[in-house]
């Protein structure tokens, strides 16, 4: 069965302290991997895909990678507003359905 | 802006007492979701349409039903809500040749009394 952890479930920072947030995966025949941001009460906002292990893709402060079994969303020196649930969701095959994480609720403290 | 719409935002309904959310979108995607997502937990697929090709998950309960009128506009229709549907419903947008880049709407969250 297809399987996406996301750790940890809560992660605080001090604003300027970097960290990292891990999404691991246990899916055949991954078509992509993509990144997502949840702000409370609003709907998820698309943040990055990756296709392949080795890939990575930046902004701003955020930067994702991805390897055969598991990707990374580094934070660089964070700030208050970069405060949300960060949700990570695959694709396989050649169907529509993502199948999303629980999600690591990232608070950034002032 | 393009964006994803969602009608109402908040929605308070009996138990048993059939209710209807809406979506509207101005980004002219072809692909529309329905989600369910409940507290701290990951979003849920209830079904989707390719077009007006509809889509159903094997677990989506039988009480979930959908419409799509037409290419702008879908509806979420819940037949005999019960307490357990109490949840945010999320409506999505994408490209058929991007599944992986949804926008979503702000969401319509649903009580059941």
């Known amino acids: 069965e297809d399987q996406v952890t996301q750790s940890p479930e809560a992660l605080r920072l001090q604003e300027g302290e970097s960290s990292s947030l891990n999404c691991s995966y246990t899916?055949?025949?991954?078509?992509?991997l993509f990144w997502y941001r949840q702000d409370p009460g609003k709907g998820p906002e698309f943040l990055f895909t990756?296709?392949?292990a080795g890939e990575e893709k930046e902004k701003e402060r955020l930067k994702a990678t991805l390897t055969k079994k598991e990707s990374f969303l580094h934070i660089t020196a964070p700030k208050p507003e970069d405060s949300a649930t960060y949700l990570c969701?695959?694709?396989?095959?050649?169907?529509?359905?993502?199948?999303f994480g629980k999600g690591t609720l990232l608070t950034v403290n002032p | 802006d393009a964006m994803v719409i969602q009608n109402p935002r908040y929605q308070v309904t009996q138990f048993g007492k059939p209710v209807t959310l809406s979506c509207s979108q101005t980004l002219n995607h072809n692909v529309m979701y329905w989600y369910q997502q409940k507290s701290s937990q990951a979003p849920k697929l209830l079904f989707h349409?390719?077009?007006?090709?509809?889509?159903n998950e094997a677990d989506t309960p039988d009480n979930f039903q959908s419409r799509r009128p037409n290419t702008s506009f879908c509806f979420l229709d819940i037949r005999s809500p019960g307490l357990g549907d109490a949840a945010m419903y999320l409506c999505?947008?994408?490209?058929?040749?991007?599944?992986?880049?949804?926008?979503f709407g702000p969401g319509t969250r649903l009580t059941v009394t």
């Open positions: 899916v055949s025949g991954l078509r992509g």
């Open positions: 349409y390719y077009d007006k090709d509809f889509n």
């Open positions: 999505a947008t994408s490209r058929q040749n991007r599944v992986g880049e949804q926008y």
């Open positions: 969701a695959v694709l396989k095959g050649s169907n529509y359905k993502l199948t």
């Open positions: 990756l296709y392949s």
